[in-house]
Structure formats: structure tokens, C-alpha cells
């Protein structure tokens, strides 16, 4: 079996089991993975859970559509992160519920929209930036990632949801996944004291595990 179908056949597991806990609605969100020649792309308009792998797109670095259906319209953003991050091998976007919540309140830092309430969510997704609020489908939310991809694998588009990248689809979906459950108890435990994981704490998971916070 070559990478491409092998990669075309996981992005329609990582986007059926998505879609089916309830964590890509409707037609929302598109999966992409990193090939030697381009990379595919989920088609515009697809629900995650009813993907066919011939009907991924599959696109060149240069943007030309080269098989598959039409790619999503959000093609641009996946293009940023792959030009800013040489050791990203697949990324995933979704609006999730709690992820999507969180990214429409008013009082975020920009610079780490979640705080560090758990070790896996260090581990696994690091500083989440929040992202100024573009309309879905304008390049300049493209050119708005692009100069926090180096140094961070995950993004929350205000008002829109997460952009999350990983070495491997797997990586990228068990990410998106814990910031999704990190936004969940984020909103769970508002009104609350909250104790957050110190430096000393964060430190070690950086020397453990090389968590990047």
C-alpha cells in the first residue's frame, strides 16, 4: 500500500470517529495530511464522518488541485501551517462545542487563550495563541497564523474553533481531542479557584516529556 493511500484511508478513520463523538457537526472542519509530492485535504462541503479516500482532494504546494473533489475552502490555513512548521505531517481544524465556546469569550489571553490546567494539555498542545477574528474562507487568516505557526502546533481562530498540527494524523487528533477536553473544564471550572500547574511544574514536563510552553 503507498503512503498516499494509506494516509487517504486514515483520514477517513480519524474523520468518521470524530464526526461520530460529536466533535465535527455537519459539514464543519477538514483533516489534511502531508504527502512527499503535496498533501490531501478533505473535500469542501464533506462531513468528516462520510468521507469516501478517493474523494480526497489532493493538492501541490503551488495550490493546483491535482485529484479528488474540490478541497476545502479553508485549504489556505492548512497551507500557512505546513509552510511555517517543516515537522508538521498532518493537521486538523474543527469547531468543536467547548473549543468553539471558549474561543468566542471576551476575556482570553491572547498569547495562551487556555491556561495550563492539566499536564496533558502542556504535553500535548502547549501555548494556544488566540487568533484575531477573520471571516471563514479570507486569506488573511492565513497570513494571520502564519507568523505564530513556527512556535506553536496549535491555534484558536476567535469565534471560529481550533487549528491544531502534529508529527502524525494521530498526534494531530489525540491533540485536538485533549484541547477540546482542556476547553470543557476550562468553562466547567469558571467562577472557581483554579489551581494551575506552576513553572516549576511546566519545567519538568518541558525536560520529561519536551512539552513546549
Avoid at 20 to 42: E, H, V, Y
Avoid at 45 to 51: F, K, Q, R, S
Avoid at 103 to 110: A, E, I, K, M, R
Wanted: hydrophobic content about 40%.
Amino acid at each position: 500500500m503507498s503512503k498516499e493511500t494509506r494516509l487517504r484511508e486514515e483520514i477517513v478513520t480519524v474523520g468518521r470517529s470524530l464526526h461520530m463523538r460529536g466533535l465535527s457537526p455537519g459539514s464543519s472542519g477538514n483533516i489534511s495530511a502531508r504527502l512527499d509530492d503535496g498533501w490531501l485535504l478533505t473535500p469542501t462541503n464533506a462531513c468528516l464522518g462520510e468521507l469516501d479516500p478517493g474523494d480526497i482532494a489532493k493538492l501541490d504546494w503551488e495550490g493546483n488541485h491535482l485529484a479528488g473533489k474540490p478541497a476545502s475552502k479553508e485549504a489556505f490555513l492548512h497551507h500557512a501551517v505546513y509552510a511555517g512548521r517543516e515537522d508538521s505531517g498532518a493537521i486538523v481544524h474543527l469547531h468543536c462545542t467547548h473549543s468553539a465556546a471558549v474561543s468566542c469569550l471576551d476575556c482570553l489571553d491572547p498569547h495562551s487563550a487556555l491556561p495550563p490546567l492539566t499536564p496533558y494539555f502542556v504535553m500535548r498542545v502547549g501555548r494556544l495563541p488566540l487568533v484575531p477574528y477573520h471571516r471563514p474562507g479570507d486569506p488573511r487568516l492565513g497570513e494571520a497564523i502564519s507568523g505564530l505557526v513556527g512556535k506553536h502546533s496549535a491555534v484558536l481562530l476567535a469565534n471560529h474553533g481550533p487549528l491544531v498540527s502534529g508529527k502524525t494524523l494521530e498526534a494531530a487528533g489525540y491533540a485536538i481531542e485533549e484541547l477540546e477536553e482542556t476547553a470543557k473544564l476550562f468553562l466547567l471550572l469558571r467562577q472557581q479557584p483554579v489551581r494551575l500547574l506552576d513553572e516549576e511544574q511546566i519545567e519538568e514536563l518541558r525536560q520529561t516529556f519536551g512539552a513546549q510552553w
